[in-house]
């Protein structure tokens, strides 16, 4: 078993939902400690690039904040290698619901 060392992240997110960037509110040293290598925030998705060694896992978190009620499509994330094709994975899409609680 290979590592792979340019893995690309790839977690989009539905319009009603609204992904905190905690490097704007003096989130940096929580960012600091995180195992990626660099990570793109943007209105709607989230990019977050790293390596892994053979048999590494790794768990990434992105605070979002449910902006509407209402039911809404979650995209599938995606990771793959971006030079290697032969590593790829992908979830299922889903619907979900916001309610109140």
């Known amino acids: 078993m290979y590592g ?3 893995v690309a992240l790839t977690q989009i997110f539905p319009s009603g939902w609204e992904i905190i960037n905690t490097r704007l ?3 940096a040293a929580a960012e600091e400690n995180n195992s990626y290598d660099y ?10 690039y790293f390596s ?3 048999n590494e896992t790794k768990s990434f978190e992105v605070i979002l904040t449910a902006a509407y009620e209402g ?4 995209p599938a994330v995606v990771c793959e290698d971006m ?3 032969s590593f790829f994975a992908r979830t299922r899409g889903m619907t ?3 309610v109140k609680e």
């Open 25 to 27: 509110f003096g989130g």
């Open 71 to 74: 039911e809404y499509t979650l």
């Open 39 to 48: 990570r793109d925030i943007r209105d709607d998705r989230v990019y977050t």
């Open 52 to 54: 892994l060694g053979p």
């Open 96 to 98: 979900v619901k916001v």
């Open 4 to 6: 792979a060392d340019n």
């Open 83 to 85: 030079y290697d094709n």
